[in-house]
């Protein structure tokens, strides 16, 4: 259900402003006068019960000048005060001009509940949650029944300001809208869109996913096909050949390293290996993975190496390792 009238939001604000700012001088008039009514003691107790002796426009302005660095001067009475307190009540008066726009009820009492409202919340316990005013129980009854009052009166002369000032307000339109019926169709219509839009981006996005595993899967049966055509033209013998000349560059390394190593045994052991791995090759022909032959070559010279140690025991690791990785390299 909306509220609709001729004046708009902005208008019902700055009324609501003007007209609180007016409602907090009517206040502040009849705010002192009992105050000073109530003579010297109560005064006193008034200052005893407050954070400073400071009201709590005075004490937020105080506050907020110790963070900055800047003297305010005299605590009690000092324009940062006065401006903070006046800031306030524009605050709540555009407030209300606002809430009496879009919701009628807040103006029952002509703005007498509405005083009362901002009193109990403020007053009472905002000021007291910020630090900005003492506990209400020391305050005297008196400063109660005072502040109850003079809120009461804010209210009342925001509500007659308001009126006022944005007499559009008066004449206002209530606009139900459509059905309940209509608009529960008109919801299911919408989450009956948005189903189908996610269906059908969920089903193309997975249509898409397919189609790009069918081509990883068609891209690796190539390179498998491709290896494989390649398998039956290795020579075996070759590799054999390769295997016995690697042997003999590293038999004779080692001879120039460690004369009286027995380098027959270092060839015997190393064409052995040789020729294990060349007939491991052979019998995989032409089935054979690539990277099973290079995995074959691995283990059968890491035997080859550990064996090569075990002839040689006088001579460093480290030369070993150097030897094989000019080996292998």
């Not at 080692?254 to 270092?266: G, I």
Request: proline letters at 5%.
């Amino acid at each position: 259900m909306g509220r609709y009238t001729a004046g708009g939001v902005g208008r019902d604000v700055l009324a609501g402003a003007l007209a609180g700012a007016a409602a907090i001088w009517v206040a502040d008039k009849l705010d002192w006068s009992i105050y000073r009514a109530g003579g010297p003691e109560s005064i006193r107790k008034t200052e005893a019960a407050r954070p400073g002796g400071m009201d709590p426009a005075h004490a937020l302005a105080k506050r907020a000048a110790d963070k900055i660095g800047v003297d305010v001067g005299d605590p009690k009475d000092n324009p940062a005060g006065h401006t903070v307190h006046y800031a306030l009540g524009i605050g709540v008066g555009a407030v209300y001009g606002l809430l009496r726009g879009l919701c009628p009820a807040v103006s029952t009492g002509r703005g007498a509940l509405f005083g009362m409202a901002v009193f109990l919340l403020k007053d009472e316990i905002g000021n007291t949650v910020m630090g900005t005013a003492g506990n209400p129980l020391n305050y005297p009854v008196r400063d109660h029944a005072r502040g109850a009052l003079v809120h009461t009166v804010f209210g009342i002369v925001t509500d007659l300001g308001t009126r006022l000032l944005s007499p559009w307000r008066d004449r206002v339109v209530i606009y139900q809208g459509p059905p309940l019926s209509e608009r529960i169709e008109t919801g299911r219509r919408y989450l009956e869109q948005g189903r189908d839009y996610v269906y059908d981006q969920g089903r193309q996005y997975a249509e898409q996913g397919r189609g790009y595993l069918e081509q990883g899967r068609q891209y690796a049966s190539q390179l498998a096909e491709d290896a494989r055509s390649r398998m039956p033209d290795v020579d075996t013998a070759e590799l054999a050949r390769t295997g016995r000349k690697h042997a003999r560059r590293f038999a004779e390394d080692v001879r120039s390293r460690m004369p009286d190593v027995d380098t027959a045994e270092l060839v015997r052991t190393g064409r052995k290996h040789a020729g294990r791995f060349a007939e491991d090759v052979r019998s995989r022909m032409p089935e054979v993975d690539a990277a099973d032959i290079a995995r074959a070559g691995r283990k059968h010279a890491s035997r080859f190496a550990e064996e090569a140690r075990s002839h040689m025991p006088e001579m460093p690791n480290s030369g070993v390792s150097r030897a094989l990785n000019w080996l292998l390299g």
